[in-house]
Each structure stands twice: as structure tokens, then as C-alpha cells.
């Protein structure tokens, strides 16, 4: 059962950016599991209106090694 709420991607207009929290740093954020769009801010009305990252790009500043946790 899908307990997450889900909103459809702006971007790329193909996919649901899904509530995650990466790990090991606890940073909350919305991710579209399309085009890997991500909204590294809590709240879900960052979707569309707050700059986005590419995942791997965000990923690779932090250092690489993380873990999505949905
Ligand atoms: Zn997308």
C-alpha cells in the first residue's frame, strides 16, 4: 500500500516525484523517479516552484555515497 503522496513530475510531464529521504544525511526531498528531477526541500510546494537538481548531480556534490529511502 502506497502510504507517500505522490504529485506528477512539472518537468518532465512522464513520472510521480515521490517523498524520499536520502540517507546518511537525513535530507528530505522530492524525487521524480522519471527524470530523477529532485527538490531537495520538505516541503512538496517546492515541486515546480524552487529550483530542482539532477539526482546524480545532487548525489555527487554530497559526495556520492547515498541512499534513497522511500
Ligand atoms: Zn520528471
Known sequence: ????????????????????????MHQKGWLCAECEAFWPFASAKSIGSKPFVQ????????????????
Open 1 to 24: 500500500m502506497k502510504t507517500h503522496a505522490q504529485h506528477w513530475c512539472p518537468e518532465c510531464d512522464q513520472g510521480w516525484v515521490e517523498r524520499v529521504s536520502i540517507a546518511p
Open 55 to 70: 539526482f546524480g548531480v545532487w548525489a555527487k556534490e554530497q559526495g556520492g555515497d547515498v541512499v534513497v529511502e522511500r
